[in-house]
């Protein structure tokens, strides 16, 4: 089959090596060696990659091996397009869960659909999605490139053989990189979105996220135009004089007033906040009609993510941004998943800002904001370069200005 005009154009010709982190096999049977073979070419048409040390080892498995799965396998099961796993099949996968292998059953739907659940690390992710006959060896690149599984089931399953995913003009920069929205799988499982949530300014500039509502009243006085209140505790004595005097200030700010309250969205829709920002856990445990009271708040709202399954999961509620991080190590919350980096940083710019504002957050501050902007983010979160500067109208001022030369 000749290859299509536009995935032709799209091929860089990068020196990439062999997969160093995945292993296919048995390695001598024709299913294993063409994964290895497949995957090792998309591997090749992605840019270059970051490779850390600590990335993990994956052995993927074209049949059950003789001495079971151990943790570091993967298992793909294909189911029939009725795809339902008998009592037998269901009770072996969680033997292999618990050996701490990942597994992913696969079932066809019509028209080309396929429903993905995978088992990975004590969690349950499920996508819906179209199939691609480079899947597999697109899920075993991604995984060769230090993704975790849900979110490397998240880049194989955007991956088109004809190279729709990826855009012509970011070949020289990301190679094939998948970055067009319309090719990605969907998260299914949560609560019906009730539509989009009001918009925001595209590009919200600096955006400190404070403690308490002495700190946002100084930006009011500074007329910073994005803020957040963080008052983590729901049992705090002063939680509503907190939001409401929060309120108040940015209602004095006169450009571009976008503030927003962490997590307390009851209390923020009753002190009529500009909007709330939530994080998966609390967006996941939400209900259908908490999601609807939300929405018809009037609020914006912005989710926070940690990668593709995430960013996918707060796609499908159409908020008003996405923050994703954490950027770099951070101390000011505890993140349970690694830095992404400023690579992964550029690539989640490339997919989200087309259709969203993002905010990028985690261990940002003044000495690496022009790092940070330099992969197109419109936004950035700081907590500590606002909080424990020597300077604060200083400091503020300066990363403001760096905003601005960027347009």
Known sequence: MTKPARAAALQPT????????????????????????????????????????????????????????AKGDVFWWPLTPQGALDTGTSVQIDVWRAAGAVVLCTRA?????????????????????????????????????????????????????????????????????????????????????????????????????????????????????????????????????????????GKRVTHDSAWFINDHWREAMQAEAYGVHLGQEDMAALSADEVQTLHASGMRLGISTHGYYEILAAHHFRPSYLAVGAVFPTTTKVIATAPQGLAKLARYVKLIAPHYPLVAIGGIDAQNLPQVLETGVGCTAVVRAVTEANDVAAAVKGMQEAFAQRG
């Open 14 to 69: 990068y020196d990439a090596p062999a997969l160093s982190h995945v292993q296919c096999l048995p390695a001598d049977a024709p299913l294993a060696l063409a994964w290895q073979q497949a995957a090792a070419a998309i591997r090749a048409r992605l840019a270059p990659w970051p490779d850390g040390s600590a990335t993990a080892q994956w052995r993927l498995h074209a049949q059950v091996p003789p001495g079971g799965f």
């Open 109 to 249: 739907l019509p028209r080309g659909g396929v429903e993905d659940t995978l088992y990975a690390n004590g969690e349950i992710y499920r996508v819906a999605g179209v199939d691609d006959p480079a899947f597999f060896p697109a899920f075993a690149a991604f995984l060769d490139c230090g993704f975790a599984p849900h979110d490397a089931l998240i880049l194989g399953r955007a991956w088109r053989t004809d190279g729709s995913h990826a855009r012509a003009e970011d070949a020289a920069t990301l190679g094939d990189w998948p970055t067009v929205l319309a090719t990605f799988p969907a998260v299914v499982g949560q609560a019906p979105s009730p539509g989009e949530f009001p918009s925001c300014p595209a590009r919200l500039g600096l955006y400190p996220v404070l403690p308490n509502a002495d700190w946002c009243e100084r930006m009011a006085d500074l007329q910073v135009g994005t803020v957040q209140l963080r008052l983590k505790d729901p049992a705090h004595p002063a939680l509503k004089s907190e939001i409401a005097r929060t309120v108040a200030a």
